[in-house]
């Protein structure tokens, strides 16, 4: 069955960085485009950043744009995201996506982590 | 960016109640509307693709109607396991991508 599964959150500081990852298994993680979404506690879901399925194109949202960067590893079925400059705004669960299949035009979220929360304070 | 307006806010129904939520997209987003669900301490599930495509596995109570900037998600007939947040998700301006605000759906 489809996996995914997120490490890496925690405290950190403003200013500071931070990386986590989300492991995938249970499909061809290769030929998916991947994306993050975050919620600030008791907030809604925002969404963040894509990365298409071989990794040559990336988008991001104007709030986290030149300082997140999102990245992937098609060998090791690991998607990553590059968190600089934090801000306390940023605090919140961050959850990796399955989004469409190569092609497909999909831009439906059908599977999710199960969420890591990063909490930015000094 | 494409805003979406997504009431109620919160609602409170009953079990066998017909519940409703709306979404009105900022500008013609032809059918480019998904519907989520969240459980309290949970990941988002979707339920609804495309405006108005049950996502495999989804009960056939959960609909989703509208195109253009108006939209519609419907259970047809509450069940206590029904109680989540509600979330619309635009895609039509994408990699722009937005949701709504949410809808707390209460069981009385």
């Known amino acids: 069955q489809v996996q995914l599964v997120e490490s890496g959150g925690g405290v950190v500081q403003p200013g500071r960085s931070l990386i986590f990852s989300c492991e995938a298994s249970g499909f061809t993680f290769r030929n998916y485009f991947m994306h993050w979404v975050r919620q600030a506690p008791g907030k809604g879901l925002e969404w963040v950043a894509v990365?298409?399925?071989?990794?040559?194109?990336?988008y991001y949202a104007d709030s986290v744009k030149g300082r997140f960067t999102i990245s992937r590893d098609n060998s090791k079925n690991t998607l990553y995201l590059q968190m600089d400059s934090l801000r306390a705004e940023d605090t919140a669960f961050y959850y990796c996506?399955?989004?469409?299949?190569?092609?497909?035009?999909?831009?439906?979220?059908?599977?999710w982590g199960q969420g890591t929360l990063v909490t930015v304070s000094s | 960016d494409i805003q979406m307006a997504q009431s109620p806010s919160s609602l409170s129904a009953s079990v066998g109640d017909r519940v409703t939520i709306t979404c009105q997209a900022s500008?013609?987003?032809?059918?480019?509307l998904n519907w989520y669900q969240q459980r309290a301490g949970k990941a988002p599930k979707l339920l609804i693709f495309?405006?108005?495509n049950l996502e495999p596995g989804v009960p056939s109570r959960f609909s989703g109607s509208g195109s253009g900037t108006d939209f519609t998600f419907t259970i047809s007939s509450l069940q206590p396991e029904d109680s989540a947040t509600y979330y619309c998700q635009q895609y039509d301006n994408v990699p722009s991508i937005t949701f709504g605000q949410g809808t707390r759906l209460e069981i009385k």
């Open positions: 500008q013609d987003i032809s059918d480019h």
């Open positions: 495309d405006a108005s």
């Open positions: 996506a399955r989004g469409g299949l190569i092609n497909s035009g999909s831009f439906a979220f059908d599977y």
């Open positions: 990365i298409a399925y071989d990794g040559s194109n990336k």
